[in-house]
């Protein structure tokens, strides 16, 4: 089994920043995907970012430019830099891992952090 434990989320200004961590624990050796979704209130859970264990990454066109996803696989940790923050960001941003993707149903969840952003 793999735990995921994320922190960062917050309230901030729109045009603000933050930097969600996630850091993972337990059978770590079979994650190859992390990556963050979000689900903000009365809407689906979207796909935010994912990164591989060599670094390809991908992002949701609502934060291409402006969010940044990346990996220490010493320690097992992905990180989401968000920049230039808008209110339609406002989400629970969960992380998520698995052995192979994370685009469709990944296998482990984190608890989830709120982001809220103000205008």
């Known amino acids: 089994q793999v735990q995921l434990a994320e922190s960062g989320g917050g309230l901030v200004q729109a045009g603000g920043s933050l930097r969600l961590s996630c850091a993972a624990s337990g059978s770590i050796f079979s994650i190859n995907a992390m990556g963050?979704?979000?689900q903000a209130p009365g809407k689906e859970r979207e796909l935010?970012?994912?990164i591989t264990s060599g670094s390809s990454t991908n992002?949701?066109?609502?934060?291409?430019g402006?969010?940044?996803i990346s990996r220490d696989n010493a320690k097992m940790a992905v990180y989401l830099q968000m920049n230039s923050?808008?209110?339609?960001?406002t989400a629970v941003y969960s992380c998520a891992?698995?052995?192979h993707t994370i685009v469709v149903r990944p296998?482990?969840?984190g608890q989830g952090t709120q982001v809220t952003v103000s205008s």
């Not at 992002?59 to 291409?64: F, H, L, N, P, T």
């Not at 923050?85 to 960001?89: Q, S």
């Open 85 to 89: 923050l808008k209110p339609e960001d």
């Open 48 to 50: 935010v970012a994912g």
């Open 66 to 68: 402006r969010f940044t």
């Open 97 to 99: 891992a698995d052995p």
């Open 36 to 38: 963050w979704y979000r």
């Open 107 to 109: 296998r482990y969840w």
């Open 59 to 64: 992002y949701a066109d609502s934060v291409k």
